[in-house]
């Protein structure tokens, strides 16, 4: 009996492609699949939450907590390390599960905030007592864990440097505004913002980074969304 070779690998890409699924939709325009006015529901949800999340944080301001909500290891801090936790996830699945430029981006964004999530993270207690971890910062180990990362980043780009022009493309849609948006915050935070001296100038950093990296999660979702789009999501 002869044996129908193109049935058998038609059946095996099949099993290949439910053993390794790209679970993401089909269009850029339709993240996650969701219709266009429950697009426009999760989006008022999102950044109700931040509004309303900055809302707190200025009240705490004004009654004067300033020093308590933007101190180092604070409830500001906390929330930045939190908001990047998924930021990492959704990453890494555009890295995992996408083609060609979308894949490179999400390994380079995946390591970006891994990067940032390790400089965050403070591994002293609130009173200055040593903690288990606190080695890390004592011996600098935390500076060459950044160094190390900033090292894979570099040497990761080089390596996949045939699809620039394609992370370029990526960067420059108007979809990718929070990113952008996300960069300038953290920027400003960084660059200027840093300088201001007494507890309500490290509110204010704080507050600005806590912004740019909720941004930075907001690109993590969108970016995400373009696995398994038709144009952006292929290899050259």
């Known amino acids: 009996m002869a044996l129908d070779v193109e049935r058998i690998d038609a059946a095996g890409a099949v099993e290949y492609e439910r053993a390794h699924p790209r679970f993401a939709p089909q269009s850029a325009d339709a993240t996650l699949s969701l219709s266009r006015p429950a697009t426009y529901l999760v989006w008022a949800a999102v950044f109700g939450v931040a509004i309303g999340f900055n809302e707190i944080a200025l009240e705490q301001l004004r009654a004067g907590q300033a020093h308590i909500v933007g101190r180092e290891n604070g409830p500001l801090e906390h929330v930045q390390l939190l908001v990047m936790v998924p930021a990492v996830v959704l990453f890494g699945l555009a890295w995992w599960n996408g083609l060609g430029a979308v894949r490179v981006a999400g390994a380079l964004l995946a390591l970006l905030a891994t990067v940032a999530t390790v400089r965050e993270t403070d591994f002293k207690s609130l009173d200055g007592a040593h903690v288990w971890l606190d080695w890390l910062v004592a011996r600098e180990l935390q500076d060459g864990l950044l160094a190390l990362l ?36 953290l920027a400003t935070a960084e660059l200027y913002l840093d300088g201001f001296e007494g507890p309500t100038g490290h509110f204010w950093e704080e507050l600005v980074e806590t912004n740019g990296y909720f941004l930075f999660a907001v690109a993590a979702w969108k970016h995400w ?12």
């Open 150 to 185: 900033g090292l894979a980043t570099v040497l990761y780009l080089f390596r996949q440097r045939r699809y620039f022009w394609g992370l370029v493309r990526l960067g420059a849609r108007w979809q990718a505004w929070p990113f952008a948006l996300s960069v300038m915050l």
């Open 225 to 236: 969304g373009l696995v398994g789009d038709p144009v952006l999501d292929r290899t050259v």
